[in-house]
């Protein structure tokens, strides 16, 4: 079985410095493209960031010079660190493994739990 | 920054067929896939590529797409799907995804 379970997040104060880890189970981190999702409270999903099993990392211009997507190939882990943040951070993040099928197909087949950031003072 | 237009909200009458549209100009080039949310749920994936869907999902989920528009149908909407449905693609870098505003689902 495939399974991602994630921690870290909880309350940060404007300005701070956040890291979320994403865990593995089932399948090797670094042979997978990885992907990090948000959603603001009420909102809908935004697409942040992916690390491709190259190593090559792309951002959204929303997070681009706060966030680093990264991994641990020896704790096939995935991490997220974002700095300098905003109460407009508030959001549950959710990292996710998303699957290249070829054809210019591709899709999100197995997501954490998601994780609550809250930003505020 | 690129975007993926959803119709914000649908309904659908129980047992009925209900399509849900995603349109952008990246559809062009890279297939939607889909995913179902139920409120405090992380999403579910649902389709992908040129009407595949993922182990476990029901045939009455299938996609499509012509042009810049996707397309998600249900055919014959059980309650159970009722839920907020968001597509995601590629943008035309190639390297960078976006999701769809979201389709909130009523089945009445």
């Known amino acids: 079985e495939f399974r991602l379970v994630q921690s870290g997040g909880g309350l940060v104060q404007p300005g701070g410095s956040l890291t979320l880890s994403c865990a593995a189970s089932?399948?090797?981190?670094?042979?997978?493209?990885m992907t990090w999702v948000r959603q603001a409270p009420g909102k809908g999903l935004e697409w942040v960031a992916v690390?491709?099993?190259?190593?090559?990392?792309y951002y959204a211009d929303s997070v681009k010079g706060r966030l680093t997507i990264s991994r641990h190939n020896s704790k096939n882990t995935l991490y997220l660190q974002l700095s300098n943040v905003t109460p407009e951070d508030t959001a549950m993040f959710f990292c996710?493994?998303?699957?290249?099928?070829?054809?210019?197909?591709?899709?999100?087949?197995?997501w954490g739990q998601g994780t609550m950031v809250t930003v505020s003072s | 920054s690129y975007e993926l237009t959803q119709d914000p909200a649908v309904s659908v009458a129980l047992g009925q067929t209900v399509r849900i549209t995603c349109q952008g100009d990246?559809?062009?080039?890279?297939?939607a896939s889909w995913y179902q949310q139920r409120p405090g749920q992380a999403p579910v994936f649902v389709t992908y590529?040129?009407?595949k869907r993922p182990s476990g999902i029901p045939d009455r989920f299938s996609g499509s797409s012509s042009g810049d528009t996707a397309s998600l149908t249900i055919t014959g909407a059980q309650a159970d799907d009722e839920a907020v449905y968001y597509c995601?693609?590629?943008?035309?870098?190639?390297?960078?995804?976006?999701f769809g505003g979201g389709t909130k689902v009523t089945v009445l």
């Open positions: 996710a493994r998303t699957w290249y099928y070829g054809d210019n197909a591709d899709g999100s087949d197995v």
């Open positions: 089932g399948f090797t981190v670094s042979a997978n493209y």
């Open positions: 690390i491709y099993s190259g190593g090559a990392t």
């Open positions: 990246s559809l062009r080039r890279y297939y």
């Open positions: 590529g040129k009407n």
């Open positions: 995601n693609s590629r943008d035309t870098s190639g390297n960078r995804w976006t």
